[in-house]
Protein backbone atom coordinates (compact mmCIF):
# COMPACT_ATOMS: atom_id res chain seq x y z
CA UNK A 1 0.00 0.00 0.00
CA UNK A 2 1.27 3.02 -0.70
CA UNK A 3 0.42 6.23 0.81
CA UNK A 4 0.08 9.85 -1.05
CA UNK A 5 1.82 12.89 -0.07
CA UNK A 6 0.14 16.30 -1.17
CA UNK A 7 2.45 16.26 -4.49
CA UNK A 8 0.42 12.96 -5.51
CA UNK A 9 3.97 11.19 -5.33
CA UNK A 10 4.38 8.08 -3.35
CA UNK A 11 6.38 8.17 -0.27
CA UNK A 12 9.00 5.49 -1.61
CA UNK A 13 10.10 7.79 -4.24
CA UNK A 14 10.80 10.57 -1.51
CA UNK A 15 13.04 8.34 0.52
CA UNK A 16 16.78 9.05 -0.11
CA UNK A 17 19.27 6.30 -0.26
CA UNK A 18 21.45 6.51 2.60
CA UNK A 19 23.73 3.88 1.61
CA UNK A 20 26.01 6.03 0.04
CA UNK A 21 25.93 8.41 3.02
CA UNK A 22 26.69 5.70 5.01
CA UNK A 23 29.79 4.76 2.83
CA UNK A 24 31.28 8.29 2.99
CA UNK A 25 31.05 8.31 6.89
CA UNK A 26 32.58 5.17 7.01
CA UNK A 27 35.72 6.03 4.69
CA UNK A 28 35.71 9.18 6.37
CA UNK A 29 36.04 7.88 9.46
CA UNK A 30 38.73 5.31 8.29
CA UNK A 31 40.76 8.01 6.80
CA UNK A 32 40.58 9.94 10.06
CA UNK A 33 41.72 6.94 12.33
CA UNK A 34 44.57 6.22 9.68
CA UNK A 35 45.98 10.03 10.06
CA UNK A 36 45.83 9.58 13.89
CA UNK A 37 48.05 6.27 13.72
CA UNK A 38 50.56 8.01 11.32
CA UNK A 39 50.39 11.33 13.47
CA UNK A 40 51.05 8.98 16.78
CA UNK A 41 53.45 6.78 15.22
CA UNK A 42 55.77 9.04 13.35
CA UNK A 43 55.38 11.74 16.01
CA UNK A 44 54.44 15.26 15.62
CA UNK A 45 56.56 18.82 16.57
CA UNK A 46 53.02 20.05 16.64
CA UNK A 47 52.06 18.32 19.73
CA UNK A 48 53.94 20.85 21.97
CA UNK A 49 52.30 23.65 22.53
CA UNK A 50 54.80 26.09 22.52
CA UNK A 51 56.07 25.06 18.75
CA UNK A 52 52.00 25.51 18.09
CA UNK A 53 52.21 29.17 19.12
CA UNK A 54 55.61 30.17 17.93
CA UNK A 55 54.30 29.08 14.70
CA UNK A 56 51.16 30.89 15.07
CA UNK A 57 52.82 34.03 15.60
CA UNK A 58 55.64 33.92 13.16
CA UNK A 59 52.42 33.46 10.37
CA UNK A 60 50.92 36.79 12.31
CA UNK A 61 53.84 38.49 11.71
CA UNK A 62 54.52 37.28 8.30
CA UNK A 63 50.94 38.46 7.46
CA UNK A 64 51.80 41.93 9.15
CA UNK A 65 54.63 42.31 7.41
CA UNK A 66 52.74 41.68 3.98
CA UNK A 67 49.91 43.69 4.89
CA UNK A 68 51.96 46.82 5.52
CA UNK A 69 54.13 46.22 2.10
CA UNK A 70 50.84 46.54 0.61
CA UNK A 71 49.74 49.43 2.15
CA UNK A 72 53.16 51.35 1.13
CA UNK A 73 52.89 50.24 -2.54
CA UNK A 74 49.27 51.87 -2.84
Request: glycine share 4%; charged share 20%; net charge positive.
Amino acid sequence: MFWQQGTGLSLRRNVMNTLPLIRSHIKRADRIHKAQLIATSHGSKFHDQSALNANSAARKEKAKRLLNAQLMAS
